[in-house]
């Protein structure tokens, strides 16, 4: 069974910066393709980005594009996502998932295209 665990979320001011962390167990990451997803309160959870089993593929939602940068460690079976020039409307949990299927951009940004979610890390921004 894969485990997903997220970490280094937390409060930011706006203009700022954090990293999250996804800690990958019961599988090699570099047999996963990998996405970080979002839900702000009182909103569906939308996507943020994508990663192929290598990192050689990237995918982003528009609105993160350059500001956000998904990269991974698969000797660390670890996964992240720098967040840069954050804004309030960033503020979300923010959840990783793993996916088993082959790496299509246009499956990227489906919630059910993903088998395994983690717990989710809460990212706030202040304005």
């Known amino acids: 069974q894969v485990q997903l665990v997220e970490s280094g979320g937390g409060l930011v001011q706006a203009g700022g910066s954090l990293r999250l962390s996804c800690a990958v167990s019961?599988?090699?990451?570099?047999?996963?393709?990998m996405g970080w997803f979002r839900q702000a309160p009182g909103k569906e959870r939308e996507f943020v980005a994508a990663s192929n089993w290598s990192g050689a593929r990237k995918d982003y939602q528009d609105s993160v594009n350059g500001r956000f940068t998904i990269s991974r460690d698969n000797s660390k079976d670890t996964v992240y996502l720098q967040m840069n020039s954050l804004n309030p409307a960033d503020a979300a949990v923010y959840y990783c998932?793993?996916?088993?299927?082959?790496?299509?951009?246009?499956?990227?940004?489906?919630?059910?295209?993903?088998?395994?979610w983690g717990q989710g890390t809460q990212v706030t921004v202040s304005s």
């Open positions: 019961g599988r090699t990451s570099s047999s996963l393709n």
């Open positions: 998932a793993a996916a088993l299927r082959t790496y299509r951009n246009s499956d990227n940004a489906r919630p059910n295209e993903y088998t395994y």
